[in-house]
């Protein structure tokens, strides 16, 4: 009797060029570990593409980029799927787990600028200097740190939102050194903005690549692309933000490092204006990362961590 072909592997991605390039990275690794196999791609738009004239803070959460690919997963028609982490929710749909961590990539944020102001870094851009973006955990870092700068919301793939700044919209944009970089893009970036100014989002720089839960077969491929120092980190770091219940409209930002065995994380609250900013750090065994994110998340609400994330839930849903 001759045996059957393996299944053909369906993976699910958004249809942006940044979104292609990690999932066509991914599926080249898998095709590369395992040659017998087939991966094809499986491309589709989301919420979050379609809608680009509303700030994200007040349209919904970060399921707005996910929802139609877990839904793809959860009829049969995809395998898994894959996402930038930090656009992943940490509230994941029954049925369905981050199967998968990829090596980080800098996690930091970039500062782009306008010809113009090329050989500037944040502090020396000129007061009133119009920066561009949609993130309001960026926003209320370097309003904390640039008060006379002004901020304007940007929306778009990358390639809309560096015409824009090109087209003088803007005086400069903040986006992902790791977004940037995997695009060819890295010439672009004028400074890499350092932790103590902006901690980057949660999973920033890594790939979390979703799938079935009860899905063994796939579970066990992915297992090569997995990156286990990352994976401690970006548990760490996304268990500190589901106990502080914080989506991407909320100012928490994270840093975090491996020494030896040993994880450390800092965490930061801000309010929207900048004005209020609440950190902390704690460090403990890597294997413990979970527990670690709950632990910081707990010493920032004992600081007035949760007063803030009232303040920013209730101003949001007035907009």
């Known amino acids: 009797m001759i045996a ?64 139609e690919l877990e839904d793809g997963m959860l009829n049969g028609e995809t395998d898994f799927a894959v996402h930038s982490l930090k656009d992943l929710p940490t509230n994941l749909p029954p049925g369905l787990i981050l199967g998968c961590v990829t090596e980080r990539e800098d996690p930091a944020d970039a500062l782009v600028l306008h010809e113009k ?12 200097a119009v920066i561009g973006t949609s993130s309001l955990r960026r926003l209320a870092q370097l309003r904390h740190h640039y008060p006379h700068l002004a901020f304007k919301d940007v929306r778009g793939n990358l ?38 100014i ?7 720089g890594a790939l979390g690549i979703e799938c079935r839960a009860n899905d063994a077969e796939i579970l066990t491929l992915l297992k090569v692309l997995e990156h286990t120092p990352t994976a401690y980190r970006c548990y760490a770091e996304r268990s500190f933000l589901h106990e502080l219940e914080g989506g991407c409209q909320v100012p928490i930002g994270v840093n975090t490092v491996i020494t030896g065995d040993t ?23 890597a ?16 600081r007035g961590a949760q007063a803030i994330l009232d303040d920013i839930f209730a101003t949001i849903q007035r907009q």
């Open 4 to 67: 059957s072909p393996p299944r053909t592997i369906r993976i699910a991605s958004r249809k942006s060029q940044l979104a292609l390039v990690q999932t066509y990275w991914v599926q080249e690794q898998l095709q590369n570990a395992f040659p017998d196999r087939k991966f094809e791609v499986h491309t589709m738009s989301t919420q979050g593409d379609k809608i680009l004239d509303v700030a994200l803070s007040k349209i919904g959460d970060k399921g707005l980029f996910t929802k």
């Open 198 to 204: 902006s901690l980057h989002a949660v999973g920033q």
């Open 117 to 128: 102001h090329v050989g500037k870094q944040l502090d020396s851009l000129p007061a009133g």
């Open 263 to 285: 994880l450390t994380l800092i965490g930061l609250v801000a309010s929207l204006d900048g004005q209020t900013v609440i950190q902390d750090v704690v460090s403990g065994a």
């Open 159 to 196: 390639n809309t939102r560096l015409a824009k700044l090109d087209a003088g919209d803007y005086d400069a944009l903040i986006l992902a050194v790791a977004g940037l970089q995997r695009l060819g893009m890295g010439d672009r970036i004028h400074q890499a903005i350092p932790a103590d």
């Open 287 to 302: 294997t413990e990362a979970e527990q670690l994110g709950i632990e910081l998340a707990h010493k920032l609400r004992a």
